[in-house]
T-cell receptor, first 117, second 117 residues
Framework: AQKVTQAQTEISVVEKEDVTLDCVYETRDTTYYLFWYKQPPSGELVFLIRRNSFDEQNEISGRYSWNFQKSTSSFNFTITASQVVDSAVYFCALSEDSGGGADGLTFGKGTHLIIQP | EPEVTQTPSHQVTQMGQEVILRCVPISNHLYFYWYRQILGQKVEFLVSFYNNEISEKSEIFDDQFSVERPDGSNFTLKIRSTKLEDSAMYFC???????????????FGQGTRLTVV
């Protein structure tokens, strides 16, 4: 069975600080996919990134970066120089490759990030 | 930018009534999904749909639920005999491909908040 753990329920930092959101996953599959989604106060889910299990390269997109480490089953998300607009709930998600297509995502419980001005 | 649209944004219904939540996926997408998020909790996969049939479903998706693509654009979730615990935000999503390894991603709608009273 697959599982995603986001141990940090809530993080509060002051604007311009760097912040890392942790994600640890469990899966028995060798092929799987990891995702991060952002849920701002308005409620929608905004896709941020997808990472394949066979691609351990870290990724940077502007102030966002992701650190994927298979050895520790972690896919952590760092925001550099945080801004108030980054305040949201961030979800990490996992999908195994069942081969049948249209696999659902298993989400973590989310981390509520509060950026204080 | 194309988006997934859901109607209504908020639905209030009496316990025991039937509700239909509507979604218009992105036009060239072939895979459709429903998720739900009970207030303050994680997002949970309900069902995926492809080629006019259910592809995968979770334990939550029991006989109370059904999905349909009644025409070329809409994708609906029907909840029969609603219970108080069905109160949640329901998200529709769509993707171009069903297997995440094909460099696809799921785009989510803004959600329908269902309140059962």
């Amino acid at each position: 069975a697959q599982k995603v753990t986001q141990a940090q329920t809530e993080i509060s930092v002051v604007e311009k600080e760097d912040v890392t959101l942790d994600c640890v996953y469990e899966t028995r599959d060798t092929t799987y996919y990891l995702f991060w989604y952002k849920q701002p106060p308005s409620g929608e889910l905004v896709f941020l990134i997808r990472r394949n299990s066979f691609d351990e390269q870290n990724e940077i997109s502007g102030r966002y970066s992701w650190n994927f480490q298979k050895s520790t089953s972690s896919f952590n998300f760092t925001i550099t120089a945080s801004q108030v607009v980054d305040s949201a709930v961030y979800f990490c998600a996992l999908s195994e490759d069942s081969g049948g297509g249209a696999d659902g995502l298993t989400f973590g419980k989310g981390t509520h990030l509060i950026i204080q001005p | 930018e194309p988006e997934v649209t859901q109607t209504p944004s908020h639905q209030v219904t009496q316990m025991g009534q039937e509700v239909i939540l509507r979604c218009v996926p992105i036009s060239n997408h072939l895979y459709f999904y429903w998720y739900r998020q009970i207030l303050g909790q994680k997002v949970e996969f309900l069902v995926s749909f492809y080629n006019n049939e259910i592809s995968e479903k979770s334990e939550i998706f029991d006989d109370q639920f059904s999905v349909e693509r009644p025409d070329g654009s809409n994708f609906t979730l029907k909840i029969r005999s609603t219970k108080l615990e069905d109160s949640a935000m329901y998200f529709c999503a769509s993707s171009e491909a069903g297997r995440w390894g094909l460099n696809t991603e799921a785009f989510f709608g803004q959600g329908t908040r269902l309140t059962v009273v």
